[in-house]
C-alpha cells in the first residue's frame, strides 16, 4: 500500500476513533437553551393566564410576556460532540453540571423545588401588584415546612400561622429564627400557633382566626456546616389573605423568574388602558412583596427567546443587564428595572413615544 494512502487511512481511522469517543465519553456538562415564552396578558392551553373575579377588570392589548429557560435533566449525560456544538451554537449555552444541580441534586428534588419557587413567586407578584394599586392585602407568618425526624413534627404543620414565639409577637418570617436561637439546644421554646384547619376554615369564611394554641417544642443541635445553634426543625414563611380571587394558570413552569411579569400582567388587568400601548414587551426578574426585581439565571437565553417570539423591548433586572448587553439580539431593547415603580415608569415612557428617556441596560 503506498505511504500515501496508508497515512490517509490512518488519519480516517484515528478521526472516526475520535469521532466515536466523543459521542460515547461523558462530560460533567448541562445545556441551556431558550424556553416557551407566554403572554400573561393572554391565553395557553385555551384558558386566560391570569383569571381574576370578585373585581373589575379592564380590556387591555399588546404583550408582557414572560420567559423560560429550557435545561437538560439532572440525570442527562452530556457527551463530548454535544458539549462542543452547545458552545459554537448562539443560542444556547453549556454550562458546568453543578452549576445547575448543586450537591448532587436530582431531577425530583429540582422539580419539587422549582415548582416551590414559582408557586412563592405567584403570592408575591400578586401582593406587590396589589400593594402598588393600594389594595390591602392581609399577611400572615407561617411554618413552611417541618423537618422529618425534627422536634417540631407532630407538633408544628406546614400553614400553621405562627402569632408569636416565646411571647413576643411575630412579624416577619426571620423573627422566628432569631427568637429560637436566643436559646440553647435543649431548652425549650413556646409557639402561640393557629393551627392550619381553622385558618383556612377562617378564610372560607372571610373571618379573622381567633383561638390560638400554646405548643412548647424542646430545641435541639443544628447539623449543618454554619455556627451550632438551637432549632426546633421548621422554616417559615409568608401566606396571605386576597380580598378577591387572583388565580395564575401556567402548568409545567418553574421557579421564581416570572414574578415581575405577572405583577404587571395583573396590573394591567386591573386598570385601565393598556400598560404597553400595544408593543410587544417581555421581561424576567423575581419579585418580593415590596415590589423589588431581582436577578435571574439564564438571561442570554430569555432575550434570545423573547425575539425569537417577537419581542421588542424586555425588562431586565439590573443585576443582569450587563450580561444581558453583552449579547444583545438586534432589534431587541432591554429596559433596566429595580422595581415594579422603574418598570411602570418605563411602560410610561414607552407608551408617549419617549424611547430616548428609557432607563436602557449598557454592557460593562
Sequence with gaps: MPR???????????????????????????????????NT?????????????????????GNLNMTTVRVTSADYRM??????????????KVVPHDTLYPDGKTEEQSTQENAEEFSQSQESAKVAALKELHIPVKTWVIVSTVVKGSPAQGKLHAGDVVKAVDGTVVKQPEDVAKLVTKHTPGQDVVFTVVPAKEQAAAEKQNKTATRTQKIKITTTTSDDKG??????????GTDHTFPFSI???????????????????LYDRLTPGSLTGGKFVAGTGTIDDDGKVG???GIQMKTVGARNKGAQ????????????AKDTPGGLTLIKVNTIDDALGALKDLRAGKTSDLPKCTAK
Design 295 to 297: 436577578p435571574i439565571g
Design 41 to 61: 396578558l393572554g391565553n395557553h392551553d385555551g384558558e386566560p393566564v391570569l383569571q381574576i373575579s370578585g373585581r373589575k377588570t379592564y380590556p387591555t392589548s
Design 4 to 38: 500515501r494512502t496508508a497515512t490517509m487511512l490512518a488519519s480516517t481511522l484515528m478521526l472516526i476513533a475520535l469521532l466515536c469517543a466523543g459521542v460515547f465519553i461523558p462530560v460533567p456538562y448541562s445545556e441551556m437553551s431558550p424556553g416557551p415564552t407566554v
Design 79 to 92: 457527551n463530548l460532540v454535544e458539549a462542543v456544538y452547545g458552545w459554537l451554537a448562539h443560542d444556547s
Design 247 to 265: 388565580d395564575i394558570k401556567l402548568a409545567d413552569v418553574g421557579g421564581p423568574s416570572a414574578g415581575l411579569m405577572f405583577s404587571l400582567g
Design 313 to 324: 423591548y424586555f425588562l431586565t433586572p439590573a443585576d443582569n443587564c450587563s450580561a444581558a
Design 227 to 236: 455556627e451550632k445553634r438551637a432549632i426546633v426543625g421548621i422554616s417559615a
